[in-house]
């Protein structure tokens, strides 16, 4: 019995250390063809969405003016009613001669059925499932998730930020109600390289390759702003690099907190230097397991004077920065290891003092329906919870 328990003992580790070192080697493999990508400044008008009862009818608008291509990148697409508004639309763009490519992550679309899919195609949508496993690195390729939401139509106008598609955006989530995210839809320059890193997305998933076209596009007033697309820990080198510029002011929003020690080690500097920090964070979450090790993070942040604000009207979800009121960020990366290391994700840099105005109202009324966290607060989540605090580093990578 005792040379049974230790053969299991000794295959159990084996199969980390190989999982771990698979992860590694297909990370490195894969960083090293796909570095950060900043693009230049443009300029463009910015609309920001908090609420998918408001995104959604004017996304759903633009496909439905689309008159040559409209190309779709989600997380997330559920098989509800209004997904099902979404697909009925897209076949009716496909049947109309608008060329159709939708993209779903191959582990957030689980939902889709194949009858769906194949339904899908045969009325001229274009589908894949997006960073499908593979044998070549199987356990860095199932971790590896493209983290991504874009929609582009007809180059004239594109979405990025933390919707997916689904009833739950709607705030029609049992558990979880309300739902507040962030959004943008762009309008103007810059969209040529969204549509640039969608197509190179499609094709690593399809093998199809199709040259971006940029669209002319007149010239108009609006928002500066830079676009960055990153796949690993050189997006948390430009988070770092943001907080370091703060002077006055930090406010960090995301649904999820496991920041790195390089990251706190940024926090606790620009505090340390006079810089207000503030952080907002769910009170309620989708998945809970990744409370516990943000835990021993909101603690030390909390000692050293950072305030932290639990949102309480509902879900929160958004992934926001805002940098002493001239620099701004939504983004579709959460603040986790998932984010920094293993997902493929978007931002969007403003550097507009009007639309970072806006922001920042959006983040006041985020704060008015939070609570402050306090070391009270701390001392009543349950034992059993706080001990899960203790979790290995290596482990919450992948959460």
């Known amino acids: ?24 080697k297909g990370y490195n493999a894969y960083v090293r063809v796909h570095p950060l990508i900043e693009t230049p400044v443009y300029q463009g008008k910015i609309a920001l969405y ?6 959604y009818p004017t996304l759903f ?53 194949r009858t769906l899919i194949d339904d899908l195609k045969k009325n001229g949508v274009e589908f894949t499932f997006s960073r499908k496993a593979s044998r070549q690195h199987f356990f860095y390729s199932i971790n590896h998730r493209n983290h991504r939401k874009f929609v582009v139509v007809d180059g004239q106008e594109a979405y990025l930020g933390g919707f997916n598609i689904g009833e739950e955006y709607l705030g029609k989530h ?28 499609w094709e690593e998933d399809t093998g199809q390759h199709i040259s ?6 007149a010239r108009s007033h609006g928002a500066n702003y830079q676009l960055l697309f990153s796949t690993g820990e050189e997006l948390e080198q430009k988070m770092i690099d943001l907080i370091n510029r703060a002077k006055v002011k930090l406010t960090i929003a995301t649904p999820y907190f496991i920041p790195s020690e390089h990251l706190m080690n940024a926090l606790i500097s620009a505090k340390e230097k006079g810089v207000l920090i503030d952080i ?18 909101t603690e030390q942040l909390l000692n050293k004077g950072i305030r ?27 603040w986790d290891p998932r984010s920094f290391y293993l997902n493929d994700e978007a931002s969007c840099l403003i550097y507009d003092r009007e639309m970072i105005a806006h922001i920042e109202r959006e983040i006041n009324e985020d704060k008015t329906n939070s ?29």
């Open 1 to 24: 019995m005792v040379k049974k328990m230790l053969f299991i003992l000794v295959c159990g580790l084996c199969l980390c250390l190989f999982f771990q070192w698979d992860v590694k």
């Open 50 to 55: 908090t609420q998918g009862s408001n995104l």
């Open 61 to 113: 608008e633009d496909i439905k003016k689309a008159k040559k291509y409209v190309y779709i990148q989600f997380f997330i697409i559920r098989a509800d009613n209004i997904s099902m508004k979404l697909f009925e639309l897209l076949k009716e763009k496909a049947a109309e001669g608008v060329k159709v490519k939708l993209s779903v992550d191959r582990f957030g679309g689980n939902d889709l059925s």
């Open 174 to 201: 049992k558990k979880l109600g309300y739902w507040r995210d962030y959004h943008l839809r762009i309008k103007g320059e810059g969209i040529f390289e969204i549509e640039k890193q969608f197509l190179k997305d």
């Open 212 to 217: 971006a076209q940029r669209v002319p596009i």
């Open 280 to 297: 907002i964070l769910p009170d309620n979450t989708d998945a809970w397991f990744t409370k516990p090790p943000s835990y021993p993070k």
């Open 308 to 334: 932290i604000f639990l949102y309480k009207k509902g879900f929160f979800h958004g992934k926001v920065m805002v940098i002493d009121h001239t620099i701004a960020n939504i983004s579709t990366a959460n």
């Open 371 to 399: 609570r402050r966290l306090t070391k009270t607060v701390i001392d009543e989540i349950p034992k059993w919870e706080r001990s899960l605090k203790k979790t290995p580093e290596w482990i919450y990578y992948y959460f």
